[in-house]
């Protein structure tokens, strides 16, 4: 009975919540509809509203296009104007300009015209003028400009003088001045290399050891070494004797060390020769680097440094070519700083101008050209190569190159830098005053003062005062083409004339 009571209670709890439930979705239902009709007219309200300020704007554009469109007709409109203008100023001055071709036509022929009539006449006059002088145009000509080149000959002579005497004086006070200073600053010594080289030994008995039993020490020393070992009565002196410097300083070291050791036999001595060239190969490294310091020239390749070094034992004409050519790299480096040159190139081409002469005997071909090679090879810049060529050419393209010549020509004219033998002495005075003697008009030359002057003597009946100016400019050429020489050489030309009378 109770469990109907509840199945009842239920049953009409759940309808009424039911009811309730629906009654609830019935007004959410209602009010959401009324919102939803809201809204639709608040959007149409305000499409209305954008559509009305969006046909707003629209009117603005198009009234804005057309006034643009106004305007740009109207501009339009103006440069055409403005351009049938200028079509109609450029007609006009086209028309001008064809009426004026024609006034310079017309001109033109009637200059033509004029040309032909004034050459007709003139060539009439000159007719008539040679009826009347009695000469054709070629030897009035002739003699005018013979009687012109009498008249102003003495001036021109002076004048000529004058200038060369002037310039002559400043540039040769320059150059002297320039020269000066660089020598004075640059002060090295040098030294007059042999072909010999002496050793000292403590005693005479170790002759007979150096020498060996019939000679087996001394032969296996000289063919190894490629010199000549001169064993004499002199005392406790043993003589090296070659040409090589190189080698003779290998057979010194070598001989030394035997000397000290005490032990002379075949084997040793081969050992002995082994250590030498190797003392002597970090030995020429070493006056290489040492010579680069010297000068100021930093940055060359290791390599080039042993080849410069090799110079130390090399020489040309007694002067050592290491020694000359720190010299010139520093004279070089001078000159350069007084001229507004390149300074390090001047010093880097000093040094280097005359390495191929480390090689000339291993490499064929002339010093100059070898050089250029190995520094090109060792990645020097061209105006630093071309130095070693330049130093042999008579006129360097570079002012670098031209300094460096002159800086070789100090060095190898320096009072006792180099060693001329007495004949080739006598040979290069006789050659001098032969070739001044040459020439048409010279009565005779003496070469003076060591060869630096020759002095020629003209024939004044043959030779005037214009033609002498020519005539030595002619002798100093010859010389500088036929002859080599250290430094310079004056040619003084003498022209007098001696008129001798008696009163008796």
Known sequence: MDFFILLIAVLLSGAAGFVIRKLVAQQAAASVEAKTKRLLEDTRTKQKELLIEAKDKALAIIDEAKKEKETYLQELHNQQ????????????????????????????KKVDQLKEDLGHLREETLKKL?????????????????NTENSVKEELLSRVRKLERESSEEWERKARHYISIAMERCASSHAVETTTTV?????????????????RNIKAFEQLTGVEIVVDETPQTIVISGFSMIRRQIAKIALEKLVLDGRIHPGRIEEAIDQAKKELSVEIKKAGEDAAYEVGVAGLDPKLLQILGRLKYRTSYGHNVLSHSIEVGLLAG????????????????????????????????????????????????????????????????TLEGIIVKVADAISGARPGARKDTYEQYVQRLEELEKIATSFDGIEKAYAIQAGREIRVFANPDRIDDWAAQKLAREVANKIETELKYPGEIRVTLIRERRVIEYAR
């Open 81 to 108: 104007k403005r351009l049938e203008k200028r079509e109609e100023l450029f007609d006009k001055k086209l028309l001008e300009f064809e009426d004026k071709q024609q006034q310079l036509t017309e001109a033109r």
């Open 130 to 146: 040679e009826i009347v002088a009695g000469l054709t145009r070629e030897d009035a000509k002739r003699v005018l400009l013979d």
């Open 199 to 215: 050793i000292s030994i403590p005693s005479d008995d170790l002759k007979g050891r150096i020498i060996g039993r019939e000679g």
């Open 334 to 397: 001078l000159l350069a700083e007084e001229l507004g040159a390149n300074v390090s190139v001047a010093k880097k081409g000093g040094l280097l101008h005359d390495i191929g002469k480390a090689v000339d005997h291993e490499v064929q071909g002339g010093h100059p050209e070898i050089g250029r090679d190995i520094m090109k090879k060792f990645g020097l810049p061209e105006e630093v190569s071309y130095i070693a060529i330049a130093h042999h050419e008579d006129n360097p393209s």
